[in-house]
């Protein structure tokens, strides 16, 4: 809290941001986009297994976007965090076309979705697995089996409410008459998190990626 209450203070991070960043807890708050007058406030989740095991754990990650550099906070180690700080260091992004800072919420965004897609493969391979291995089996000798085939659609069910959860987000952030930012300029404020046109192109790609979650 007091590290996030000195962020507050050097950014100008509003009240809400601060209350949301407390919310460490998935449960508490759902995933969002908001605009405040100098920044882009984006809370997302990422979900991963925990090692060692077929439990897939979430950490809630809060991105906040100002022109120049994004600030995250978050309570677990994240992947798509890893991830995205080695492909900028490898420089596969043309920087003259997106913004630097807007670069890195894309990519955080892009690679826990990949994520996410990767986990919905494996899914539908083990379901079809276990499908075809129920084939072979005796009616007695079945009972394990559906046990494991319904903790997979379990699984599939709550990657699928993760997917679309995330493209409620995503749409809006495509979209150049984005409502929030209307707001924003009716009320004479300086939307500076205001995304440029081919950052909305880069979240279009991954909107397309979305369309072909395997167990949608």
């Known amino acids: ?3 996030l209450e000195q962020l507050r203070r050097i ?5 809400l941001t601060i209350e949301d960043c407390l919310s ?3 449960s508490e708050g759902s995933e969002k986009s908001e605009i405040f007058d100098k920044y882009r406030f984006v809370q997302w989740n990422e979900v991963h297994f925990k090692p060692g095991s077929n439990i897939l754990n979430v950490v ?5 976007l100002f022109k120049n550099f994004v600030v995250t906070t978050h309570n677990g180690p994240l992947k798509s965090l890893e991830e995205a700080i080695l492909r900028l260091n490898q420089r596969h992004i043309q920087r003259k076309s997106i913004r630097r800072a807007e670069w890195v919420l894309y990519a955080l965004m892009d690679n826990s979705i990949d994520m996410i897609l990767s986990l919905g493969r494996m899914l539908e391979i083990e379901v079809e697995e276990l499908e ?3 084939l072979d089996l005796s009616y ?15 699984r599939a069910a709550f990657l699928k409410s993760e997917v679309i959860s995330k493209r409620e987000i995503i749409i809006p952030m495509c979209d150049k008459y984005s409502v ?37």
């Open 24 to 26: 460490i807890d998935e």
């Open 60 to 64: 809630p990650m809060h991105i906040m």
């Open 1 to 3: 809290k007091e590290y």
């Open 140 to 154: 007695s000798e079945q009972s394990d089996l559906f046990v494991r085939m319904g903790a997979a659609r379990t």
């Open 180 to 216: 929030q930012e209307e707001k924003i300029n009716l009320a004479g404020g300086r939307p500076e998190a205001k995304l440029h046109k081919n950052t909305r192109v880069y979240l279009r790609d991954i909107e397309d990626h979305i369309v072909g979650f395997p167990v949608c």
């Open 132 to 134: 075809q291995l129920a």
């Open 11 to 15: 950014f100008g991070l509003h009240p």
